[in-house]
């Protein structure tokens, strides 16, 4: 958690887009994990993933067509299918002979999922197809529920930067300013948060919200809060009422080494939320916004390579994190388990 640039972890489902913005018979391309990658939906309803370039020539592939089958390339109209293997080169004559089974753009595993289409990329020798664990899922919501909202903001920082972001409790009363989220004036206190270690990260351990706070109420009386973090940068925050739920999704993607999409989403039982989405969606947007704001200014200064420092215990967290990707990439180069790293703390940090 140095400089500009930070280790891409490999063996992970990633987030791409929401299944929303891909229409059957669609496609759109993007940057994930330094790969050029094309997400498409046949005309069956089923999402893929290619490697977006032609193998061919070298053309990117999304700038030729897709008729809910295959994808055309715009240069010699050569076709792949969904699963990424050439079907047709239309410049071959009678007699002559190709073998079509050896021409492949590469495919990745795709998924979609509670409304997010999530694709898994292999660790290094591994076959791409080689996903075992399913994408995250968000709890208390069935598996084909979309997200109310979802917002997408680009962090000009690597993933370490973008994620100790989202675990750092002490920038809180200094960038989010807003009267949405807090007084303008400044004012911290002493927070004692008990943590303890989860699957692939940790938790805060579940605890019930104070009573006394308004935006609770909606929920119920008695609000239980779960919030957890785990590889390879996802944040799952669970509000639990005894009348509603909220739960929220933060996932990271890389872009580059040194470029982040952040995505957040949530779902919720409370019904008047849905006339309120714009609103909402512009809420987390603005909260974001100041979140990428500070990353830009940190960008200007990490420009000249400086030392930096974690400390006991507001950055406790980001040192957690770093533990748990150094494990994640020495087990996986050992061949052995996974051994999460974390221990059950109390920390205690005005924020
Ligand atoms: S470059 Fe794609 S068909 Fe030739
Ligand atoms: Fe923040």
């Known amino acids: 958690m140095q400089g500009l640039k930070a280790e891409i972890l490999r063996g992970f489902w990633y987030m791409a887009v929401p299944g929303a913005e891909l229409k059957p018979g669609g496609m759109t391309h993007l940057r994930m994990l330094d790969e050029p990658v094309l997400i498409g939906r046949g005309k069956d309803g089923k999402v893929f993933a290619l490697r977006d370039i032609c193998p061919h020539r070298g053309v990117p592939l999304h700038y030729g067509s897709f008729d809910g089958e295959a994808i055309t390339c715009s240069y010699h109209a050569w076709r792949f299918n969904r699963e990424g293997a050439c079907v047709e080169v239309p410049s071959m004559v009678d007699g002559q002979r190709i073998d079509m089974s050896k021409i492949r753009c590469g495919a990745y595993p795709c998924v979609e999922q509670q409304g997010i289409v999530w694709v898994y990329f292999a660790h290094g020798g591994e076959e791409p197809s080689g996903a075992t664990e399913t994408p995250p899922k968000v709890p208390l919501f069935p598996e084909d529920q979309g997200p109310e909202t979802h917002v997408k903001l680009i962090f000009p920082c690597s993933i370490d930067h973008t994620t100790y972001g989202l675990m750092d409790p002490a920038h809180v009363a200094y960038v989010h300013t807003s009267r949405w989220f807090r007084a303008k004036t400044r004012t911290v206190k002493e927070k004692t948060k008990a943590f303890e270690p989860s699957p692939l990260g940790f938790k805060m351990a579940t605890h019930q919200v104070p009573e006394s706070q308004t935006f ?59 006339p ?30 400086p030392k930096l420092m974690l400390i006991n215990d507001a950055n406790t967290q980001a040192r957690w994190w770093m533990h748990l990707k150094d494990e994640w990439v020495n087990s996986n180069k050992e061949g052995r388990p996974f051994v999460n790293p974390v221990q059950a703390k109390t920390l205690r940090f005005k924020s």
């Open 216 to 274: 609770y109420k909606i929920l119920g009386s008695k609000v239980i809060a779960d919030i957890s973090y785990a590889l390879p940068a996802i944040r799952i925050e669970e509000l639990h009422g005894d009348r509603h739920n909220v739960v929220g999704l933060t996932a990271l993607t890389p872009i580059t080494d040194e470029e982040t999409a952040f995505h957040q989403m949530f779902w919720t039982t409370l019904p008047w939320v849905k």
């Open 276 to 305: 309120l989405r714009p609103l909402v969606r512009a809420m987390s947007r603005k909260f974001l916004n100041q979140d990428r704001d500070i990353a830009v200014q940190q960008r200007e200064g990490l420009q000249d390579e």
